[in-house]
């Protein structure tokens, strides 16, 4: 099985300031991870993914993670940030070879002017 | 379609009446899942289709939940008796192929069930 944990529940920051949002995972398998992006009333929408090869992925919107395996992480990055980017974010984990992503509780990060 | 539809968005009931969620896969995406996402929370996994094979439906929480896709495209998740601890956003989401590798998927808007 696998869990994700996501340790703020909150993150302030002002416009134009960097950001960086924590998740950590427990599995006894590998995994695939993934981080998503839920703006109000809307489903979530992914942001970017890895799954081999470079530890450090790009996705959308200027955001960034890196893999790191011997501490079980994929911190989420953006060097600066808009007032667009306040929203709630998301770590899943995926078991290669099984179906169900598990979901981390989710960061709100809210981004002041 | 362009994405993943779902409907109702927004659906009051009473507790003890049934309630039949739809969810519309973008067009010739053969996985289908369905998420629980409780207040404040992230989303908790339901069950799995890879056409109109439920391959895994460990998440579902009762007996009172169920969930089909007879014709491997549209997808019914109907919940029986609600109870008032059934109030969540119900997400579906599609992906393109069977679950392999880390095929993106993609998901709806959501149903919003609130039982009084």
């Known amino acids: ?113 | 379609g362009a994405g993943v539809s779902q409907s109702p968005r927004y659906k009051v009931a009473k507790r003890g009446q049934d309630v039949a969620l739809r969810c519309d896969p973008i067009s010739g995406h053969v996985s289908l899942f369905w998420y629980q996402q409780a207040l404040g929370q992230g989303p908790e996994f339901l069950t799995y289709f890879q056409n109109e094979a439920q391959l895994d439906k460990s998440g579902l929480p009762s007996d009172r939940f169920f969930a089909e896709r007879p014709e491997g495209s549209v997808s019914t998740l109907k919940i029986q008796r609600t109870q008032q601890e059934d109030s969540a956003v119900y997400l579906c989401a599609s992906s393109l192929q069977g679950i392999n590798a880390g095929n993106t998927i993609y998901f709806g808007e959501g149903s919003w069930l609130t039982v009084v």
Request: aromatic residues 14%.
């Open chain 1, 1 to 113: 099985a696998q869990s994700v944990t996501q340790l703020d529940s909150q993150v302030p920051v002002f416009e134009e300031a960097p950001v960086e949002l924590r998740c950590n995972y427990s599995s006894s398998v590998s995994v695939y991870l993934f981080w998503y992006v839920q703006y109000p009333n809307q489903g979530l929408q992914l942001l970017l993914k890895y799954l081999s090869g470079s530890t450090l992925v790009k996705g959308i919107n200027g955001f960034e993670a890196e893999f790191n395996k011997s501490q079980t992480s994929f911190h989420l990055r953006k060097p600066s940030v808009h007032i667009s980017d306040t929203a709630e974010y998301f770590c899943a984990v995926k078991a290669r070879g099984g179906q169900n992503f598990v979901f981390g509780p989710g960061t709100r990060l809210s981004v002041l002017p």
